[in-house]
Every structure is written in C-alpha cells, then in structure tokens.
C-alpha cells in the first residue's frame, strides 16, 4: 500500500523567511511524485512532477527536490501571497490514481 | 478551455437521497479520477476511468458508483446518501502520455448529508 506523510502539518513563517516543506513517502513503483498547491475552498493546482531520485524542478520561490524516500518543497523568501496548503501525492504501480499525503497549512505573515 | 468543471458547488441532501455530481473536461483527456477531502485527511481516490467504457474502484468506492459513457464526462452517482459521505469531492482528469502526467483538479463539490 502507498503510503505518503507530510511535516510540518502546520508552519508559520515571517516574510522572508525561507523553510523546507517534508514529505516521505513508500510506494511500489514510483511512477512520479507530485507536488499541488491548494487555496482554502479551491481545488489542488499543479506545481511540479518528479520521477527520480537526484532531480530537481524550480518555479519561483519554490524548488522540490526528491531522494529515494522522500521529497523536499523549499521555499525561499516566501511572500504572503505563497500562503496556502502544499499538497504530496505519488502515483505508485497500482490503480491510476494518486496518493496523497495530508498537506502541511503554510502561512506566511507580513 | 475551462479545464475540469464540477457542478453543483454545493449540495445538501437528506440521508437515502440520491444524486449525481458531474464532471466534464475539455482537454480531451483519457484518464479521470474522483477523490474526496475531508478534515485532517489526505484526498483518498473514489474511482477512477482509463476511457470511455473503463471504470475501476479506488481506495474507497463504498457507496459511490461511476460510467464513463464519453471522453468528456464522468458523473459520480451517490445511491442513497448517508452522513458519512458529507464531504468535498473533487474530480481530476490527465492525459495519457505517461504515468507521470499531472492531474488537474475541478474547483469541487461540497456536499453536506443530514
């Protein structure tokens, strides 16, 4: 069974203030790793795949890297407008569907 | 495009009601998905569809049933609703070139059984 386990599962950070977001992970057979964002009310929006350990995707502030058991969302100099809740997610060998962790809420104060 | 459009935004129904919730996307995708949100919970995967005329279960199907009788439809059938299926469900759909391929997310259903 897939398995996906994100932490913080809250953080606060002044603006400006750069952290890591964790999610470690056990699937059987990656097929990619998935990072989403998430606004109160609104559904996850895409940020970035990965699919081996060793790579690296940017966009912005933010920059996720993956290892063998588990992927990193860092985030540089956050603003207040990158509150939200970040989503993981892989899809593994089985049903074509994704598995996803609880999310870590991220609030960034002005 | 609109991408993946769910209707209703919300619902409220009266516990053994039934209903469908609706899923319609305009990219021409193959694969769609349902999952359902709720508090302190991850989204867990209801059913899913590889094309027209292929469903298959999810994590938990358990009340729920689907058809895909189009590429651009894929409604979510609640047979006789129960309190425990109030929740926030979200429709996903992707294209078929490789496993990897991201999904993208309708804006949701939120739907209250009482």
């Known amino acids: 069974e897939d398995q996906v386990t994100q932490s913080p599962e809250a953080l606060r950070l002044q603006e400006g203030e750069s952290s890591s977001l964790n999610c470690s992970y056990t699937?059987?057979?990656?097929?990619?790793l998935f990072w989403y964002r998430q606004d109160p009310g609104k559904g996850p929006e895409f940020l970035f795949t990965?699919?081996?350990a060793g790579e690296e995707k940017e966009k912005e502030r933010l920059k996720a890297t993956l290892t063998k058991k588990e992927s990193f969302l860092h985030i540089t100099a956050p603003k207040p407008e990158d509150s939200a809740t970040y989503l993981c997610?892989?899809?593994?060998?089985?049903?074509?569907?994704?598995?996803f962790g609880k999310g870590t809420h991220l609030i960034i104060q002005p | 495009n609109a991408g993946v459009t769910q209707t209703p935004k919300f619902q409220v129904l009266k516990t053994g009601q039934s209903m469908t919730l609706q899923c319609a996307q305009d990219?021409?995708?193959?694969?769609m998905s349902w999952y359902r949100q709720d508090p302190g919970m991850g989204l867990r995967l209801i059913h899913y569809?590889?094309?027209?005329?292929?469903?298959d279960q999810g994590e938990v199907p358990n009340g729920y049933n689907v058809s895909r009788s189009t590429t651009e439809d894929f409604p979510l059938r609640l047979l006789s609703a129960a309190p425990s299926q109030t929740s926030v469900y979200f429709c996903?759909?992707?294209?078929?070139?490789?496993?990897?391929?991201?999904?993208?997310f309708g804006q949701g259903t939120r739907l209250t059984v009482v």
């Open positions: 569809s590889v094309g027209a005329g292929i469903t």
């Open positions: 997610a892989v899809r593994g060998g089985g049903a074509d569907g994704l598995t």
């Open positions: 990219m021409n995708h193959e694969y």
């Open positions: 699937v059987s057979g990656l097929r990619g």
């Open positions: 996903a759909s992707r294209a078929p070139g490789g496993a990897g391929t991201e999904a993208f």
């Open positions: 990965l699919y081996s």
